[in-house]
């Protein structure tokens, strides 16, 4: 049968599950679906077994299938990397009242959770995560590994670079055509901050207009 797995007992994780065994619920062959965690705190978690990623390799499979369900963008990356090189493959977990309309291109690997809109022309890196009631307005550019928390406003004409994290939230006002509000590499932005210009890379911003924080 084919093996697969969720990556990350804890927080999303659990979140996604339901969202994945609906999914897989569907499939015509068949399959074990359970949580893979490097240091499970249990054997079981709300009727799925919980194994190492070793012990999850160990099972006997047609195939295995996997996603990474951890927020930070840079974790996400080297387990990623990890499961490539072991031939895993990764699926998309997408909930059934998402909103995607035209133009839109996704990588693989991403997590599109409940009451997600992806509206038009935008174009979406590997491995993204959008989290409850997030959205993605229209001529918007999204790197790899870039993760959205619950309730961001990301608006039109908006870059986004790889593994930047976007806090509950946070609003992102919209850029203009040929001149996108740039969010850099590696930023931070913090719950409920409302983005009114350019993030550097790296860096972390909060407040209404945000602002970086002082170290």
């Given at each position: 049968m084919n093996q697969v797995a969720i990556f990350g007992a804890s927080?999303?994780?659990?979140?996604?599950?339901p969202l994945a065994r609906r999914q897989w619920a569907d499939s015509d062959e068949p399959h074990n679906l359970v949580f893979v965690d490097d240091n499970p705190k249990a054997s079981q978690c709300n009727g799925h077994s919980i194994l190492t990623y070793s012990e999850?390799?160990?099972l006997p499979a047609k195939r295995r299938y996997i996603n990474i369900a951890i927020a930070h963008g840079r974790v996400?990356?080297?387990?990623?990397?990890?499961?490539?090189?072991?031939?895993?493959?990764?699926?998309?977990?997408?909930?059934?009242?998402?909103?995607?309309?035209?133009?839109?291109?996704?990588?693989?690997g991403s997590i599109l959770c409940p009451f997600v809109t992806l509206t038009s022309n935008i174009r979406i890196g590997r491995h993204f995560h959008a989290n409850l009631y997030s959205y993605v307005e229209h001529d918007c550019v999204i790197g790899d590994f870039v993760t959205f928390a619950p309730g961001v406003k990301c608006n039109g004409n908006v870059v986004i670079d790889d593994h930047?994290?976007?806090?509950a939230g946070a609003v992102i006002k919209q850029g203009q055509p040929g001149q996108p509000l740039v969010i850099g590499r590696d930023a931070v932005v913090g719950m409920g901050a409302v983005v009114t210009r350019n993030v550097p890379p790296g860096a972390t911003v909060a407040g209404n207009p945000a602002r970086p924080l002082s170290k």
């Open positions: 927080g999303c994780g659990r979140g996604v599950m999850w390799l160990g996400r990356e080297a387990l990623v990397a990890r499961c490539a090189a072991d031939g895993v493959v990764f699926f998309d977990i997408r909930a059934a009242n998402v909103v995607q309309l035209d133009e839109v291109q996704i990588g693989e930047a994290y976007i806090g």
